[in-house]
Antibody, heavy 121, light 107 residues
Framework: QVQLQESGPGLVKPSETLSLTCTVS??????????WCWIRQPPGKGLEWIGY???????NYNPSLKSRVTMSIDTSKNQFSLKLNSVTAADTAVYYC?????????????WGQGSLVTVSS | AIQMTQSPSSLSASVGDRVTITCRAS??????LGWYQQKPGKAPKLLIY???SLQSGVPSRFSGSGSGTDFTLTISSLQPEDSATYYC?????????FGGGTKVEIK
């Protein structure tokens, strides 16, 4: 059974960097079959795709966040990570790490349980 | 970016009712669309991928249809446990985009 688990600080100050790690069990992030994604959801609002990192380290980011986002992958730890810099209150959200299939038709499954990150001083 | 317009934004129906949720893409996306169910305080769950393929373990009362720009999620006989918010997601090109969500309540 594949499981994803987010970890990181729940509170980040404005202008600082949000950092989250997703630990994967039951599957290998080294697999070329999948993309490893981040999706977020502000409280009471809808879902926003942030981007993905592939096992090679290649990435694709949402243009709305591209200037502030960095994703990376650590195959030795079977983890992938998200960094979002210069955060504001608008970045307060539940952040999900998700596995995405690499072969059409694509799907997102499973999802991590989500990590609430609040941006506040 | 492709805009995904979901309707209705909310609905209330009785147990046993047939429920239909639609998603319209601002441009053609072939059949690169998925449907996700989210219950309060939980992560979304995959229901349908490729517009009409049922994810393993998902009850057969859920079905998806459509291609191009217009898509439908149907719950053939609404059950109490189907109370949730449903999202469509286009996976045709980047950035991937979600519909605004449909909240389904049980009368």
């Amino acid at each position: 059974q594949v499981q994803l688990q987010e970890s990181g600080p729940g509170l980040v100050k404005p202008s600082e960097t949000l950092s989250l790690t997703c630990t994967v069990s039951g599957a290998s992030v080294s697999s070329g079959t999948y993309y490893w994604c981040w999706i977020r959801q502000p409280p009471g609002k809808g879902l926003e795709w942030i981007g993905y990192v592939y096992h090679t380290g290649s990435t694709n980011y949402n243009p709305s966040l591209k200037s502030r986002v960095t994703m990376s992958i650590d195959t030795s730890k079977n983890q992938f990570s998200l960094k979002l810099n210069s955060v504001t209150a608008a970045d307060t959200a539940v952040y999900y790490c998700v596995r995405r299939s690499g072969i059409t038709p694509n799907w997102f499954d499973p999802w991590g349980q989500g990590s609430l990150v609040t941006v506040s001083s | 970016a492709i805009q995904m317009t979901q309707s209705p934004s909310s609905l209330s129906a009785s147990v046993g009712d047939r429920v239909t949720i639609t998603c319209r893409a601002s441009q053609g996306i072939k059949n690169d669309l998925g449907w996700y169910q989210q219950k309060p305080g939980k992560a979304p769950k995959l229901l349908i991928y490729g517009a009409s393929s049922l994810q393993s373990g998902v009850p057969s009362r859920f079905s998806g249809s459509g291609s191009g720009t217009d898509f439908t999620l149907t719950i053939s006989s609404l059950q109490p446990e189907d109370s949730a918010t449903y999202y469509c997601l286009q996976d045709y090109n980047y950035p991937l985009t979600f519909g605004g969500g449909t909240k389904v309540e049980i009368k």
